[in-house]
């Protein structure tokens, strides 16, 4: 996608001044590289060049925990784990549960 095409996609975000326009272009660049998602410049694209998401150079940023805060992560984990064995069998042997307690075998 064109800058000016992204420029009229979003005309809230980007009016004023060209010099206005371009400052917070670079601003929003940044924001997404911040978050993980790289962007990446082809000239060979349409007449004016294009920016086009680069997902092999996009990453994930590092996750900060406080002690507390893993400690209800690695909790929910461990509850998650017997869960996933119960679905996989589950769904392997065709098993069906009943959602009513009236209903009778």
């Not at 004016?48 to 996750?63: E, I, K, N, R």
């Amino acid at each position: 996608m064109s800058r000016e095409a992204i420029y009229e996609a979003f005309p809230d975000d980007y009016r004023g001044s060209a010099a206005a326009r371009e400052k917070k272009f670079t601003r929003d660049k940044e924001a997404l590289l911040s978050l993980g998602i790289a962007l990446r410049f082809v000239e060979e694209e349409g007449e004016q060049g294009a920016y086009v998401l680069d997902l092999t150079s996009s990453f994930l940023p590092a996750l900060s925990f406080s002690p507390e805060e893993a400690a209800v992560v690695w909790a929910a984990g461990q509850a998650a784990v017997p869960m996933m064995s119960f679905a996989r069998s589950y769904f392997s042997t065709g098993m069906m549960i009943r959602s009513n307690a009236h209903d009778k075998p």
